[in-house]
């Protein structure tokens, strides 16, 4: 028997991450923000900023990008957006074809580490992408290597509306979140309608220069399992037979996309807002996760049963707290005039439980463990979902 090898997970070696490079190839911008992520997990904990810092590497991105005078104004913290740090301002400036105005800016930036290690290049071409096809905030520049601030940036305007009923009980990312029986009735053909609008979008000609296209059927499905079988390795500490059994399963029985889409892969209740009075959405938020994929990954997502509940009769399972499954679904293929594929979906749905469990179990864990995020204790929490994730992933392996 050959002699284990030690790895120190906080101090990676330039020959174990190229050798995790080689082992997972995945699209070439995520190959470049792990490998990052790596290449600085040595690096000092995330260190408290203050609102002076934030203010002139955003004036230092603006003198970038913005021609004329300008003013940042009323800088203050912003919450939400749980991986990441953000601030919110009032931008003075001469705003192309309006003139000299007054305009909300939030700025949207990585901590040391995150849950979620993503792209900001990635989430600004989105968000610009779906401009005027769904309700997104506009976008005005981004910072994709932290060249101007502490860390990798993106610049978006101020979105009006609230993410969660005003009567509702305070829940963590939309876990669980009860819009109501009448937000419902009025919400739901919007999210579908969107969901549609995003999975029809044409992605060539949607300016995605940060984005690799699936050459093959199978291709998209097999970077996605590339990409956290890496995280996996990257930084969870504790061996999981269930991770791994999951891992092999799925790589056995990659599904065939049958047509290529836009996905957002966050796509649920939490990340909209919305105007409570006229029941409005009225912006599309956190595209970090988002490519060129299988749609069927959103469908799965969205039903998934962290973010359904019961309806108030104590009988009806509300798919994604909206729908009953069946008719989200066929909302969904009457709204887009795409078919829900079930042997896709069940792939999807086993592979959102594995990767979600991956990204608390493991991704969570160092960053807390390591003190690389401003929300540690609230990262720390999210483990606690592991072994809830680990029994959907079990019973959903032992179905299939």
Known sequence: MSASIIVDKDRPSPEWIASLRRRFPVEREIDHVLTRKLERRAGPP???LTLDVLVEGTRKLLAHHVEGSFEICKPRW???GASKLQMAFELHWDKPGRGRCSEPVVLRMDPAESIVCSSRLREFELIRAFAGVIPVPPVHCVDAEGECLPYPAILYGFAEGVAKPSVAVS??????TNLGAELRERLAPQFIEHLGRVHTRDYTQAGLTAFDVPQTPTQGSEWMVNWWERVWEEDGDEDEPLLRY???WLRAHLPATDRLSIVHADFRVG???FDETSARITAWLDWELGRIGDRHQDLAWTTSPAFSHYAEDGKTWLAGGLLPEAAFFDAYER???????PRSLYWYKVFNAWWFAIIVLAAGYRAARN???HQDVLVAWLIGLGPMLLAELRGLLEKA
């Not at 829940?171 to 669980?176: A, H, Q, T, Y």
């Open 335 to 341: 709204a887009s005039g795409l078919r829900v594929e």
């Open 171 to 176: 829940r963590v990312s939309g876990i669980g």
């Open 78 to 80: 912003l919450s939400g």
């Open 271 to 273: 990340n909209f807002l």
């Open 46 to 48: 995330y260190t408290p």
């Open 246 to 248: 999951a891992a092999a």
């Open 371 to 373: 003190g690389k995020t």
